[in-house]
C-alpha cells in the first residue's frame, strides 16, 4: 500500500509570511497532483507533477517534485487570505492502478489579515 | 460545462436504515471514484470504476457498502444498514483516461450523518 505523509497538519499564519507543506513517501509515483479544496466544496486541481526534479510555478504557488519521484513540496509566497484552505497532494501509482491516486492527510492552512 | 454532480448534498438518517447516494460524472469521462472524507482519516478511496466496470473495491469499508454503476452517465452507492461511523462527506469523481496525468474532478459531496 502506498502512503503519502502531508506536513504540517495545520498551519497558522499572517497575511504576507511565506510557508511550505511537503508530502513525501517511501514510495516511487509517476506523478504527483497538488489539489485545494474549499470547505463545502470537492477538491480541485492545482498542478500536476510528472518529472523528477520538475518544478512548477502558478503565481505565488512553487511546486516540486522530487528528484527520486518520492516527495514534493508547495511553497506559497507572500500568502494571502484568500489562499487559506485544505491543501491534498495525491500521488498516480500507475502501472495496473492506473488511474487511482492515493492522497495524503492534508495541510488546513489558515491566512489572516 | 456541467461539472460531477451529487445528490443529495446532506442526508441525516437513523442508525439501520438504507442510504443510497448519486453520481452523474462529466459527460466523456471514463473514470468514476468514489471517496469518504473524515477528519480523522482524511480522503479515502472506496471504489472506482473504468468505463462502468469496478476496477479496484478494496478501499470498501464492508459488506454493507455496495455501488453499482449502470450506464455512462450515473453511479450509486449504497449502505445498508447504516451506522454512526459511516458519518462523513462521500465525494465522487471523474477523470479521462487519456494519459496517466488526467486531473480528476469532484463534485461537492454529500454530507451524511448516522443518528
Known amino acids: 500500500t502506498q502512503l503519502l505523509e502531508q506536513s504540517p497538519q495545520f498551519l497558522s499564519i499572517q497575511e504576507g509570511e511565506n510557508l511550505t507543506v511537503y508530502c513525501n513517501s517511501s514510495s516511487v509515483f509517476s506523478s504527483l497532483q497538488w489539489y485545494r479544496q474549499e470547505p463545502g466544496e470537492g477538491p480541485v486541481l492545482l498542478v500536476t507533477v510528472v518529472t523528477g526534479g520538475e518544478v512548477k510555478k502558478l503565481k505565488r504557488l512553487t511546486f516540486q517534485f522530487g528528484d527520486a519521484r518520492k516527495d514534493s513540496s508547495l511553497h506559497i509566497t507572500a500568502a494571502q487570505p484568500g489562499d487559506t484552505g485544505l491543501y491534498l497532494c495525491?500521488?498516480?501509482?500507475?502501472?495496473?492502478?492506473?488511474?487511482?491516486?492515493?492522497f495524503g492527510q492534508g495541510t488546513i492552512l489558515t491566512v489572516h489579515p | 460545462d456541467a461539472g460531477v454532480i451529487q445528490s443529495p448534498r446532506h442526508e441525516v438518517t437513523e442508525m439501520g436504515q438504507e442510504v443510497t447516494l448519486r453520481c452523474k460524472p462529466i459527460s466523456g469521462h471514463d473514470y468514476l471514484f468514489w471517496y469518504r472524507q473524515t477528519m480523522m482519516r482524511g480522503l479515502e478511496l472506496l471504489i472506482y470504476f473504468n468505463n462502468n466496470v469496478p476496477i479496484d473495491d478494496s478501499g470498501m469499508p464492508e459488506d454493507r457498502f455496495s455501488a453499482k454503476m449502470p450506464n455512462a452517465s450515473f453511479s450509486t452507492l449504497k449502505i445498508q444498514p447504516s451506522e454512526p461511523r459511516d458519518s462523513a462527506v462521500y465525494f465522487c469523481a471523474s477523470s479521462l483516461a487519456q494519459g496517466r496525468n488526467q486531473p480528476q474532478h469532484f463534485g461537492d459531496g454529500t454530507r451524511l450523518s448516522i443518528l
Open positions: 495525491a500521488g498516480a501509482a500507475g502501472g495496473t492502478s492506473y488511474g487511482k491516486l492515493t
